[in-house]
C-alpha cells in the first residue's frame, strides 16, 4: 500500500510539468485566436468605410446623372418647342399666301386683259 500512495505524487511530479505547459500553449492560442478575431474585426470596419464611401460615390454619380439628364431633356424640349413654334410661323405665312394666290391669281388675269384693251385701243 505504501506504493499506492507513492505514485499519485510520482504521477503528479510527472504530468505537472506537462499540464503546465499545455495550459500555456492552450493560453497562447487563445491569444492568437483573440489577435486574428481583433484583426478581422478591423478588416470589417475598413471594408464597412469603404463600401459605404463607395455608396457615396454612386449615389451622387446618380443624382448627377439624374440632373445632367433633367437639364438635357429640358434644352430638348425647348428646342423642340422652338422648332415646332417655327414651322407654326411657316405654316402661318403659307395659309397666307395661299389666301392671296386667287386674288393674285385674278390680278394677273386683269393684267393680260388690260393688256389685250390696250393693244385693241392702240391698234
Not at 486574428?36 to 463600401?51: D, N, P, W, Y
Not at 395659309?95 to 393693244?119: Q, Y
Request: net charge neutral; charged share 40%; hydrophobic share 40%.
Amino acid at each position: 500500500m505504501e506504493k499506492i500512495g507513492k505514485i499519485p505524487g510520482w504521477l503528479e511530479r510527472l504530468l505537472m510539468p506537462k499540464l503546465d505547459e499545455l495550459t500555456g500553449e492552450v493560453k497562447a492560442i487563445h491569444t492568437r485566436i483573440d489577435g486574428v478575431e481583433k484583426e478581422v474585426a478591423g478588416l470589417r470596419r475598413e471594408m464597412m468605410t469603404k463600401f459605404e464611401a463607395a455608396d457615396g460615390k454612386v449615389e451622387s454619380l446618380r443624382k448627377e446623372t439624374k440632373g445632367a439628364i433633367e437639364s438635357l431633356e429640358k434644352v430638348t424640349i425647348s428646342r423642340f418647342e422652338a422648332v415646332d413654334s417655327r414651322f407654326d410661323a411657316v405654316d402661318f405665312r403659307f395659309d397666307a399666301l395661299e389666301s392671296k394666290l386667287p386674288v393674285m391669281k385674278k390680278v394677273a388675269e386683269l393684267e393680260v386683259r388690260l393688256a389685250e384693251l390696250e393693244r385693241k385701243v392702240t391698234a
